[in-house]
C-alpha cells in the first residue's frame, strides 16, 4: 500500500511538472533566412533557451503572461507579450540586420577612427568585469556534433571503415548532449556535476562536458594547447592596441543601452589574433557579444577555421553573464573534411552561491551514476534546444546499429573486413587483428620492426607480438611473448610478459614477466635498434652493448589520488656477457675500424663476468593540485599546473637467492612545463641522486646516463643529445643532471616573411650532468620544429669537464623521438 501510495506522489508531482505549456518557433530574418543559434529568454527571469541550426526553439511555460526576449549577434533584439494557456502556442521571431546609427564626427585627414576610444574605455574596464563576481553557479547544457562533408578511402595503407550503415562521403560522425550543474569560485576553484548525457550511438559512453566558457575579458584567451599553446590575444587585451585596427561600425539601441559596434582586424597576419566583431555598451564598456574568426594566420594548428559567438545576458542589473557559446570548427587535414558545432547554453545563473565547506575539491568533474542511462523521454523534457531532424535520425539509427553490433554474425563479419594483410602493416608498421565478439586484439610487427642488425647476433629476427584481452572498460589483460633469434651465434630468446589493469577507483596496473632475453646494458634502451643496424653496417659504430639473462620481475602500479602514484617491484636477473661474433658491413672502408668489443671500452677495459641481481624498487610521484574526473566507474588523473616530484629507491639484495649485487640507490627528480602564454612553453627536468651503498654494483646496475650518438634525436627532456652512451656512467656517492628547453611556439618566426607561412617554431635549450668537479658534461641546443608539422632540427654544441666537445645536428620526428621523454 505504501508503495502505491509513494509511486501516485510522484506520478501526480511528474504529471505536475508537464502542466506546463510547450512554447515553440522559429527564428529568421526577414529575408526568411534561418538564424541558427538565437537566444530566446523570458524577460525578467533567469528562464532562456536556444535555436538550434534550423532556427527553431522551445520553452514549457506555466500558463500565464510573460514577454519573450529573441537576440542573435549582429541583429536586432526583438520583444514579444504572450499568453500561456494550456495549448501548445507558436511564436516566431523575423529579426531587423542591427540598424547602426554612425555618430558624429569631426572628419580630418588624421581623424581617429571612433573605436579606438571605445576600446580604450573596454581596456580600462576590463580587470573590473573580469573580477566582478566572486563566484557563481549556473545550468549548462551542451550539444555538440561534428560532419564529415569528405574522407579518404584509406591512409597510410589502412582502409577507412566508417560503420554506420552510410556508404556517402557526407554524414554526421559525432553528436551528443550533456545537462550539468558548473560552479565556480576565484580564483580557480571549479566543479562541473554531470546530470544526463548521451552519445548517438554509444550507451555507455560519456558526452561532452566541458562547460568553462571562453573569457574575452582575460588578455589572453586559452581555448586548446592543441590549437595553439601560446593562447589568442583578446581584442581589448591590455596590449591589444598593438595588435589590432578597429573600425568603428556603428551603434544601435537595446534595451534602452547604446550598443557599438566594433570590426576588429589584426594588425599582422600568422599573429595569434582574432578577426571579427565585438558589441561594446556604452558608458558601462562591458562586453554585449562577439562574433569572432580563428584561421590558419591566427597561428592555429590543426583547424583551419575556428569561429566563436558569445551573447551575454543581463542577470542583475550590474552583471552581464554568457548566455550562449557556439564554436563552429572546420577541419581538413589528410583528406578528411569535417565541420561542426558545439553550442553551450548557460542558464539560471546564481551569482551569490552559499557554497558548503568542502564542496570544491580535485574531483572537477562528476558523473551521476545514472547519466548517461536517461530516456528519450527525459530528454524530450530537458533539452532546451529542439533536435534537428538529421540529429533525431542519427540517434535513431545509431541506437538501432549499436543493438545489430552486439549480433555475435555482425561482430564476425566486421573483424572479416578489418582482419586483412596489408603491404604496409607487412613492411612498415605491423597490424592489429581483432574478435570483437571476445573482446580481443592481436598485434603482431611489421618486418622493419622484426628484423635488425648488431655485432654480437648478427641479423636478428625478434617477434614481438602483443594479445590483449578486455573485460570491461577498466579490466584489461595484455600478454606480450617475444621470440628473438641470432643467425649469427645461434642464441634463441623468448619471454613473456603479462600485464593486467584494473581498478574502479584509480588505475592500477601488475605486471609479471620472465623468461631469458637480451637486454642493453642500460636497461633504458637507449639505443634503438632499426638506427644501430643503420649505423653499424654502414658507419662502423656498434654503439649498442647487450647482454642475455634469464629473468623473472613483477611490477606493481597503484595510483592512490591527491595525485600520488606509488610503484613498487623486484627483479631478478642471471645475466650472461655476449662478445661479438658478426663483422658484416656495408660502408666506406675507413670507418670499418670503429668497431668497439661488446662492452663500453671508455668505462671498462673488459665485460662482466657473469652473475646474479636480485633487485628491489620503490618510487614515489607526486603532482601537486591534481585534478581528477570521475566517472560511475573510473577515476581520470587530467593533471595539474604544478611540478611533478618524483623519487625513486633501488636496493640490490647481496646474497638473496645467490644475488652478488649489493647497492642502495636513490634518485629525486622535478619536472614541468610553464606556459609563459605568447612568450612560449618553458620545459625543464632537474635531478639529484647517488649510491648510499656501492659495495657490490655491477656494470648494467651503473647509474648510466642516457647519451645519444646517432643523428636521430632521443628523448629531449631524458636524454644528452652529444654525450656517449657509458662515457659518464658511474656509482658515485652524488650526481646531478638538468635537462631545460623553450618552445617560442611562433614567437619570432611569426615576424619572417615566408617563414611565417609555414609555421615553424624557434626551440632552444642546454642539458647538463655532474658527477663531481672532474667529471661533467653540458651541451646547448637551437633549432627549428613543427616542420612539416613532425619533423625538429636542432644544431648541439657539447662540452666536455670544461672543454670543448664536439657539434652535431639532431633530428626528431614526433612518434619517434617525442615518446616517453619523462620516464
Given at each position: 500500500?505504501?508503495r502505491?501510495?509513494l509511486?501516485?506522489?510522484i506520478f501526480f508531482?511528474s504529471?505536475?511538472?508537464?502542466?506546463?505549456?510547450?512554447?515553440?518557433?522559429?527564428v529568421?530574418?526577414?529575408?526568411?533566412?534561418?538564424l541558427?543559434?538565437?537566444?530566446?529568454?523570458?524577460k525578467?527571469?533567469?528562464?532562456g533557451?536556444?535555436g538550434?541550426?534550423e532556427?527553431?526553439?522551445?520553452?514549457?511555460l506555466?500558463p500565464?503572461n510573460?514577454?519573450?526576449v529573441?537576440?542573435?549577434?549582429?541583429?536586432?533584439?526583438?520583444?514579444?507579450?504572450?499568453?500561456v494557456?494550456?495549448?501548445?502556442l507558436?511564436?516566431?521571431?523575423y529579426?531587423?540586420?542591427?540598424?547602426l546609427?554612425?555618430?558624429?564626427?569631426?572628419i580630418s585627414?588624421?581623424?581617429?577612427?571612433?573605436?579606438?576610444?571605445?576600446?580604450?574605455?573596454a581596456?580600462?574596464?576590463?580587470?573590473?568585469?573580469?573580477?566582478?563576481?566572486?563566484a557563481?553557479?549556473?545550468?549548462?547544457?551542451?550539444?555538440?556534433?561534428?560532419?564529415l562533408?569528405?574522407?579518404?578511402?584509406?591512409?597510410f595503407g589502412?582502409?577507412?571503415?566508417?560503420?554506420?550503415?552510410?556508404?556517402?562521403k557526407?554524414?554526421?560522425?559525432?553528436?551528443s548532449?550533456?545537462?550539468?550543474k558548473?560552479?565556480?569560485r576565484?580564483?580557480?576553484?571549479e566543479k562541473?556535476?554531470?546530470?544526463?548525457?548521451?552519445v548517438s550511438?554509444?550507451a555507455e559512453?560519456?558526452?561532452?562536458?566541458s562547460?568553462?566558457?571562453?573569457?574575452f575579458?582575460?588578455?589572453?584567451?586559452?581555448i586548446?594547447?592543441?590549437l595553439?599553446?601560446?593562447?589568442?590575444?583578446?581584442?581589448i587585451?591590455?596590449?591589444?592596441?598593438?595588435?589590432y585596427?578597429?573600425?568603428?561600425?556603428?551603434?544601435f539601441?537595446?534595451n534602452g543601452?547604446?550598443?557599438?559596434?566594433?570590426?576588429?582586424?589584426?594588425k599582422?597576419?600568422?599573429e595569434?589574433?582574432?578577426?571579427?566583431y565585438?558589441?561594446?555598451v556604452?558608458?558601462?564598456?562591458?562586453?554585449?557579444?562577439?562574433?569572432?574568426l580563428l584561421?590558419?594566420?591566427?597561428?592555429?594548428?590543426?583547424?583551419?577555421?575556428?569561429?566563436?559567438?558569445?551573447?551575454?545576458r543581463?542577470?542583475?542589473?550590474?552583471v552581464w553573464?554568457?548566455?550562449t557559446q557556439?564554436?563552429?570548427?572546420?577541419v581538413?587535414?589528410l583528406?578528411f573534411?569535417?565541420t561542426?558545432?558545439f553550442?553551450t547554453?548557460y542558464?539560471?545563473?546564481?551569482?551569490?552561491?552559499k557554497?558548503?565547506?568542502k564542496?570544491?575539491?580535485n574531483t572537477?568533474?562528476t558523473?551521476?551514476?545514472?547519466?548517461n542511462?536517461?530516456?528519450?523521454d527525459y530528454?524530450?523534457?530537458i533539452?532546451?534546444?529542439?533536435?534537428?531532424?538529421?540529429?533525431?535520425e542519427?540517434?535513431?539509427?545509431?541506437?538501432?546499429?549499436e543493438?545489430?553490433?552486439?549480433d555475435?554474425?555482425?561482430?564476425?563479419s566486421?573483424?572479416?573486413?578489418?582482419?586483412?594483410?596489408?603491404?604496409?602493416?607487412?613492411?612498415?608498421?605491423g597490424?592489429?587483428?581483432?574478435?570483437?565478439?571476445?573482446?580481443l586484439?592481436?598485434?603482431?610487427p611489421?618486418?622493419?620492426e622484426?628484423?635488425?642488425?648488431?655485432?654480437?647476433?648478427?641479423?636478428?629476427?625478434?617477434?614481438?607480438?602483443?594479445l590483449?584481452?578486455?573485460?570491461?572498460?577498466h579490466?584489461?589483460?595484455t600478454?606480450?611473448?617475444?621470440?628473438?633469434?641470432?643467425?649469427s651465434?645461434?642464441?634463441?630468446?623468448?619471454?613473456?610478459?603479462?600485464v593486467y589493469?584494473?581498478g574502479?577507483?584509480?588505475?592500477?596496473?601488475?605486471s609479471v614477466a620472465?623468461?631469458?632475453?637480451?637486454f642493453q646494458l642500460?636497461?633504458?634502451?637507449?639505443?634503438?635498434?632499426?638506427?644501430?643496424?643503420?649505423?653499424?653496417l654502414?658507419?662502423g659504430?656498434?654503439f649498442m652493448?647487450?647482454?642475455e639473462a634469464?629473468?623473472?620481475?613483477?611490477n606493481?602500479?597503484?595510483?592512490?589520488?591527491?595525485?600520488?602514484?606509488l610503484?613498487?617491484?623486484?627483479q631478478?636477473?642471471?645475466?650472461?656477457?655476449?662478445?661479438?661474433?658478426?663483422?658484416t658491413?656495408?660502408?666506406?672502408?675507413?670507418?670499418e675500424?670503429?668497431?668497439?668489443?661488446?662492452?663500453?671500452?671508455?668505462?671498462?677495459?673488459?665485460?662482466?663476468q657473469?652473475h646474479?641481481?636480485?633487485i628491489?624498487?620503490?618510487?614515489?610521484s607526486?603532482k601537486p593540485?591534481?585534478?581528477?574526473i570521475?566517472?560511475p566507474?573510473r577515476?581520470?588523473n587530467i593533471?595539474?599546473?604544478y611540478?611533478?616530484?618524483?623519487?625513486?629507491?633501488?636496493k640490490?639484495?647481496y646474497k638473496?637467492?645467490?644475488s652478488?649485487?649489493?647497492?642502495?640507490?636513490?634518485r629525486?627528480?622535478v619536472s614541468?612545463d610553464?606556459?609563459?602564454?605568447?612568450?612560449?612553453?618553458?620545459?625543464?627536468?632537474l635531478g639529484?641522486g647517488?649510491?648510499?651503498?656501492?659495495?657490490?654494483?655491477?656494470l648494467?646496475?651503473?647509474?648510466?646516463f642516457n647519451?645519444?650518438q646517432?643523428?636521430?634525436?632521443s628523448p629531449y627532456?631524458?636524454s644528452?643529445q652529444?654525450?656517449p652512451?657509458?662515457?659518464?656512467?658511474?656509482?658515485?656517492?652524488f650526481?646531478?643532471t638538468?635537462?631545460?628547453e623553450?618552445?617560442?611556439?611562433g614567437?619570432?618566426?611569426?615576424?619572417i616573411?615566408?617563414?611565417k607561412?609555414?609555421?615553424?617554431?624557434?626551440?632552444?635549450?642546454a642539458n647538463?650532468?655532474?658527477?663531481?668537479?672532474?667529471?661533467?658534461?653540458?651541451e646547448?641546443?637551437?633549432?627549428?620544429?613543427?616542420?612539416?608539422?613532425?619533423?625538429r632540427?636542432d644544431?648541439?654544441?657539447g662540452y666536455?669537464?670544461g672543454s670543448?666537445y664536439?657539434?652535431?645536428?639532431?633530428?626528431?620526428?614526433k612518434?619517434?623521438?617525442?615518446?616517453?621523454?619523462?620516464?
Amino acid at each position: 500500500m505504501k508503495r502505491t501510495i509513494l509511486f501516485l506522489y510522484i506520478f501526480f508531482v511528474s504529471a505536475g511538472v508537464s502542466f506546463a505549456t510547450r512554447v515553440t518557433g522559429v527564428v529568421k530574418d526577414y529575408q526568411n533566412e534561418i538564424l541558427p543559434f538565437a537566444s530566446i529568454s523570458v524577460k525578467g527571469t533567469s528562464i532562456g533557451t536556444t535555436g538550434n541550426t534550423e532556427g527553431r526553439y522551445f520553452l514549457n511555460l506555466k500558463p500565464g503572461n510573460y514577454t519573450l526576449v529573441c537576440q542573435h549577434v549582429g541583429y536586432g533584439l526583438v520583444e514579444k507579450k504572450i499568453t500561456v494557456e494550456n495549448t501548445e502556442l507558436t511564436v516566431d521571431f523575423y529579426l531587423n540586420i542591427q540598424r547602426l546609427t554612425l555618430k558624429e564626427v569631426i572628419i580630418s585627414s588624421n581623424a581617429e577612427d571612433p573605436a579606438y576610444e571605445i576600446i580604450r574605455h573596454a581596456i580600462k574596464k576590463r580587470p573590473e568585469y573580469r573580477n566582478q563576481v566572486d563566484a557563481f553557479e549556473c545550468k549548462v547544457y551542451i550539444k555538440g556534433q561534428l560532419r564529415l562533408r569528405d574522407y579518404p578511402k584509406s591512409i597510410f595503407g589502412q582502409k577507412v571503415i566508417i560503420d554506420d550503415g552510410d556508404t556517402g562521403k557526407s554524414k554526421m560522425i559525432y553528436l551528443s548532449e550533456t545537462v550539468a550543474k558548473y560552479s565556480f569560485r576565484k580564483p580557480d576553484k571549479e566543479k562541473v556535476e554531470v546530470v544526463s548525457t548521451r552519445v548517438s550511438g554509444q550507451a555507455e559512453s560519456f558526452g561532452f562536458s566541458s562547460p568553462k566558457f571562453l573569457s574575452f575579458y582575460d588578455n589572453i584567451v586559452e581555448i586548446s594547447d592543441a590549437l595553439n599553446p601560446r593562447g589568442f590575444i583578446s581584442p581589448i587585451a591590455d596590449q591589444a592596441l598593438d595588435f589590432y585596427r578597429y573600425k568603428f561600425l556603428g551603434s544601435f539601441v537595446e534595451n534602452g543601452k547604446l550598443i557599438n559596434r566594433i570590426h576588429v582586424i589584426p594588425k599582422r597576419s600568422y599573429e595569434p589574433l582574432f578577426n571579427g566583431y565585438i558589441n561594446i555598451v556604452e558608458d558601462d564598456w562591458h562586453i554585449h557579444s562577439v562574433d569572432l574568426l580563428l584561421t590558419k594566420a591566427s597561428q592555429m594548428e590543426i583547424a583551419d577555421t575556428l569561429k566563436i559567438e558569445h551573447l551575454y545576458r543581463q542577470v542583475r542589473p550590474d552583471v552581464w553573464m554568457i548566455a550562449t557559446q557556439v564554436i563552429y570548427p572546420a577541419v581538413k587535414l589528410l583528406g578528411f573534411d569535417a565541420t561542426g558545432s558545439f553550442v553551450t547554453v548557460y542558464s539560471d545563473y546564481n551569482i551569490e552561491p552559499k557554497f558548503p565547506k568542502k564542496y570544491f575539491t580535485n574531483t572537477i568533474v562528476t558523473y551521476d551514476s545514472s547519466s548517461n542511462k536517461r530516456s528519450r523521454d527525459y530528454w524530450e523534457d530537458i533539452r532546451p534546444i529542439p533536435l534537428l531532424k538529421e540529429e533525431i535520425e542519427d540517434y535513431l539509427k545509431k541506437d538501432s546499429l549499436e543493438a545489430v553490433r552486439k549480433d555475435p554474425k555482425y561482430l564476425d563479419s566486421l573483424d572479416r573486413v578489418r582482419n586483412k594483410f596489408t603491404v604496409g602493416g607487412v613492411l612498415l608498421y605491423g597490424q592489429t587483428f581483432t574478435k570483437e565478439r571476445k573482446k580481443l586484439s592481436f598485434h603482431y610487427p611489421s618486418l622493419l620492426e622484426a628484423v635488425n642488425f648488431n655485432t654480437v647476433e648478427g641479423w636478428v629476427a625478434n617477434l614481438n607480438f602483443s594479445l590483449e584481452k578486455r573485460f570491461d572498460e577498466h579490466r584489461i589483460l595484455t600478454l606480450n611473448p617475444t621470440f628473438r633469434y641470432g643467425f649469427s651465434n645461434k642464441h634463441f630468446n623468448s619471454d613473456l610478459e603479462g600485464v593486467y589493469t584494473f581498478g574502479k577507483g584509480y588505475t592500477n596496473t601488475i605486471s609479471v614477466a620472465g623468461g631469458k632475453r637480451v637486454f642493453q646494458l642500460n636497461n633504458n634502451d637507449p639505443v634503438r635498434p632499426i638506427v644501430n643496424t643503420y649505423n653499424t653496417l654502414f658507419r662502423g659504430n656498434n654503439f649498442m652493448k647487450i647482454y642475455e639473462a634469464w629473468y623473472g620481475k613483477v611490477n606493481y602500479t597503484k595510483g592512490v589520488g591527491a595525485g600520488f602514484t606509488l610503484r613498487a617491484g623486484l627483479q631478478y636477473q642471471d645475466r650472461i656477457p655476449l662478445e661479438n661474433t658478426d663483422s658484416t658491413y656495408w660502408g666506406p672502408s675507413k670507418n670499418e675500424g670503429k668497431r668497439t668489443p661488446n662492452y663500453p671500452v671508455e668505462l671498462v677495459s673488459e665485460n662482466f663476468q657473469r652473475h646474479q641481481a636480485l633487485i628491489f624498487t620503490f618510487s614515489v610521484s607526486w603532482k601537486p593540485g591534481t585534478k581528477y574526473i570521475k566517472f560511475p566507474d573510473r577515476t581520470i588523473n587530467i593533471g595539474s599546473d604544478y611540478p611533478l616530484f618524483s623519487l625513486s629507491y633501488a636496493k640490490g639484495l647481496y646474497k638473496v637467492f645467490g644475488s652478488d649485487v649489493d647497492y642502495d640507490k636513490w634518485r629525486f627528480t622535478v619536472s614541468d612545463d610553464l606556459n609563459f602564454k605568447l612568450g612560449g612553453v618553458f620545459s625543464y627536468r632537474l635531478g639529484v641522486g647517488g649510491f648510499i651503498n656501492n659495495h657490490r654494483v655491477e656494470l648494467p646496475d651503473y647509474q648510466h646516463f642516457n647519451g645519444n650518438q646517432l643523428i636521430i634525436a632521443s628523448p629531449y627532456l631524458n636524454s644528452f643529445q652529444l654525450l656517449p652512451y657509458y662515457s659518464n656512467s658511474t656509482f658515485a656517492k652524488f650526481f646531478a643532471t638538468g635537462n631545460i628547453e623553450h618552445h617560442f611556439n611562433g614567437f619570432l618566426t611569426n615576424k619572417i616573411p615566408f617563414v611565417k607561412k609555414l609555421n615553424v617554431y624557434l626551440v632552444g635549450g642546454a642539458n647538463g650532468l655532474y658527477v663531481n668537479s672532474k667529471e661533467y658534461y653540458y651541451e646547448f641546443f637551437g633549432g627549428v620544429e613543427n616542420i612539416l608539422k613532425f619533423l625538429r632540427v636542432d644544431f648541439v654544441t657539447g662540452y666536455r669537464n670544461g672543454s670543448f666537445y664536439n657539434t652535431g645536428i639532431r633530428i626528431g620526428i614526433k612518434g619517434f623521438t617525442f615518446d616517453n621523454e619523462r620516464n
